[in-house]
């Protein structure tokens, strides 16, 4: 796609079309497919997610399902070349089985960091370290921690 030098503000653009149309408009089809190179490589998959593009589809799609009204929010970002470094805080009302939990109609607010690298315009690679345990005691999986 000719040459992939991209400014910051054009990498930051990248970053928060596919928060507003993938994360949050929930498009798996159209957008992801426009906006994730389709050997997309997730460098901290979630337990069962397949390879590429289409397995970080079956993943959001799970979210999703989970979540049906999740939405995130980026807090702050730090652009380096390619890559952009986010902060993020999802939020959502588990109304649906996620990662084999049934349904606990509890709210989460999930904080996510994630490294993003873009090429050609399409985001080609991911790490993601989310408070997982704290969205598990917020569902009433795990113990909350004593105040």
């Known amino acids: 796609m000719g ?9 930051r653009a990248l970053a928060q079309r596919f928060t507003d149309e993938v ?5 798996l089809g159209g957008a ?12 901290n998959p979630m337990p069962g997610q397949g390879p590429g593009r289409a397995g970080l589809a079956q993943v959001l799609g799970g979210m999703v399902a ?12 730090v652009v380096e070349g390619d890559r952009i470094m986010s902060l993020s ?13 049934p349904a606990t109609g ?3 607010r999930v904080e996510a960091w994630t490294l993003d690298r873009y090429r050609g315009g399409q985001l080609v690679e991911s790490r993601i370290l989310m408070d997982a345990a704290g969205m598990l005691g917020q569902l009433g999986v795990l113990p909350a921690p004593d105040a």
Do not use: K, S, Y
Request: net charge negative.
């Open 66 to 77: 989970g979540f049906p009204d999740m939405h995130w929010d980026v807090l702050d970002t």
């Open 23 to 27: 994360l949050n408009g929930h498009d």
């Open 106 to 108: 509890r709210p989460v």
């Open 32 to 43: 992801l497919d426009d906006l994730v190179a389709e050997d997309f490589v997730e460098q």
């Open 89 to 101: 805080v999802w939020t959502g009302t588990h109304q649906g089985e996620f990662m084999g939990i």
């Open 3 to 11: 040459n992939d030098t991209r400014t910051d503000d054009e990498v």
